[in-house]
């Protein structure tokens, strides 16, 4: 897993190289401004909804762990923190998952022609109809975004518990990168693989899943200019690795 991770970080230093030989930025325009405006709707969605989740841990959860008057201000403060925290990881979970099914009629034409010219070979294996790419987008971001929620909230409740939450934190964004590194490999795939396949595959290279993912999660980080950056980057060095582990 370790040589796997290795190697979807590399990918990145090539996608750069070869996005602009191929001059394929202005493909990725439209792409781009979905990432924009769908990651400004969540951040607005969970400006809005952040308070209220917070209101109900301390009123519904916390009081029946804390009946006393003394020190519920402090555990309400605590509590909108939390639900901050949730409704912020659940915003970063949804964007990663909705762009990436959202774009897939467009992503999936880029990552042939980057394909074609890593091979030298002018493949047979043309991408579906938009229409079918943007269902088994759909498909893919519905089993992934359900697992992921699944995995993630419990580890992040139990993030709460003093010295575990260090490594909660750690688990968490591991766990993120995997499904987004998965997410940008499936544009690929899907010219070679049927949906199960498809799963199969990245279970099998979840380092390459995780290195591609680990880079994708620490764009979003970066105000404003990751989002513009995060698709092109991402989905060229995926195809970059899982086209490398396919011939192999």
Do not use: C
């Not at 490594?167 to 544009?187: E, K, R």
């Amino acid at each position: 897993m370790i040589n796997g991770f290795a190697q979807g970080l590399r990918a990145y230093f090539e996608a750069y190289r070869i996005l602009s030989r191929l001059r394929l930025w202005k493909y990725f325009a439209i792409p781009i401004v979905l990432s924009v405006i769908i990651f400004f709707i969540i951040g607005i969605l969970s400006y809005f909804f952040s308070e209220d989740i917070g209101n109900y841990i301390a009123n519904v959860w916390f009081s029946n762990f804390w009946p006393w008057d003394h020190g519920r201000g402090t555990i309400h403060n605590i509590s909108n923190i939390l639900g901050a925290m949730i409704v912020i990881l659940i915003g970063f979970i949804v964007f990663k998952h909705l762009i990436m099914a959202i774009s897939a009629p467009f992503i999936g034409p880029i990552s042939k022609i980057i394909e074609d010219d890593f091979t030298g070979i002018i493949s047979e294996k043309e991408n579906s109809s938009s229409l079918k790419l943007l269902l088994r987008g759909v498909r893919i971001a519905m089993r992934n975004l359900l697992r992921e929620l699944l995995l993630t909230l419990p580890i992040l409740f139990l993030g709460l518990i003093p010295v575990i939450g260090l490594f909660s934190t750690v688990l968490i964004f591991l766990l993120q990168s995997y499904f987004a590194g998965f997410g940008n490999m499936d544009p690929t795939l899907e010219r070679h693989f049927t949906y199960k396949e498809s799963i199969l595959f990245v279970q099998k290279n979840k380092g390459i899943a995780i290195g591609n993912g680990f880079v994708f999660m620490l764009f979003l980080l970066i105000p404003f200019v990751g989002i513009i950056f995060i698709i092109p980057f991402s989905v060229t060095s995926a195809t970059i690795a899982t086209v490398k582990i396919i011939n192999e």
